[in-house]
């Protein structure tokens, strides 16, 4: 039986605004093979609308918004979970506020429930700052993703585990994160494929989030050496991907 496809995308399918090689060859054979696939990735900035569109405009047709997964959606699923109506404060942008407001979330500096940090390109020292005065006077200080860089054109930009590390310097707390690797993301990913984590297979191009998080789930991993693991960089973590390719263009799904 051909297992289902989570996989990521920053680093995998593209870098910043570029498509990688045989990105669009790997998108192609899934929806030929009608192997069940999902996206799965940590940027909390964009909503599944605007990453389908983003796929278009690099070349790649077919997708539906179903097809995604983000962390922000990740992140509202498990606080509505917690609290219904709750009230948040956001540092990220606006994929993440959208999604906080589909569960029935408002935005609020007022005492807020809690403090939610996204990855954001328009951070602001008061940004910051209020929300570290948030967290001390008693929010919950929530992560969507602890990635510390996010691979684009020409090298590597801040993501949201920067963010969340000066907070955490000022604050004192540890911010409970809900993207990859934590399980809770790839629990999302095999229930929304209707599939048990054995018939899967966890795409990706961190050693740190994708790999370990696919691996802890009982994924087969598969770490592509387009985006921020190299080969070299394999040899400091204590556990390997299942199989390593250069790129997704390079993967047969059938043969996973």
């Known amino acids: 039986m051909t297992k289902s496809i989570i996989s990521d995308m920053d680093g995998v399918i593209y870098r910043g605004k570029a498509l990688i090689p045989g990105a669009n060859d790997f998108v192609q054979r899934l929806l030929k093979s009608n192997v069940p696939f999902l996206f799965l990735t940590n940027n909390a900035e964009q909503t599944p ?5 983003k796929l278009e405009h690099l070349g790649i047709k077919g997708l539906t918004e179903d097809n995604f997964i983000t962390s922000a959606m990740a992140t509202a699923m498990f606080l509505k979970n917690q609290k219904e109506n709750a ?29 939610v940090v996204g990855k954001t390109t328009s951070l602001s020292y008061e940004q910051l700052k209020k929300a570290v005065r948030l967290i001390d006077g008693g929010a919950k200080f929530i992560g969507t993703n ?12 801040p993501a949201a585990g920067t963010i969340l590390a000066a907070i955490a310097a000022a604050t004192g707390k540890t911010p409970y994160i809900v993207g990859k690797p934590n399980a809770l993301m790839m629990t999302l990913a095999t229930r929304k494929l209707g599939v048990h984590p054995d018939d899967a297979v966890m795409i990706g191009d961190r050693m740190d989030t994708d790999i370990v998080g696919g691996m802890e789930a009982g994924m087969t991993t598969v770490l592509v050496l387009s985006g921020v693991s190299t080969k070299e960089s394999i040899k400091a973590f204590p556990y390997k991907p299942d199989h390593i390719f250069n790129n997704v263009g390079e993967i047969d799904p059938a043969v996973l």
């Open 87 to 115: 009230t948040v404060y956001v540092v990220g942008g606006g994929g993440l506020i959208n999604e906080l407001y589909n569960v029935g979330f408002s935005i609020s500096e007022s005492n807020p429930d809690y403090v």
């Open 49 to 53: 609308l605007d990453l389908k569109l």
């Open 146 to 157: 602890p990635d510390m860089i996010d691979p684009v054109e020409g090298g590597n930009e």
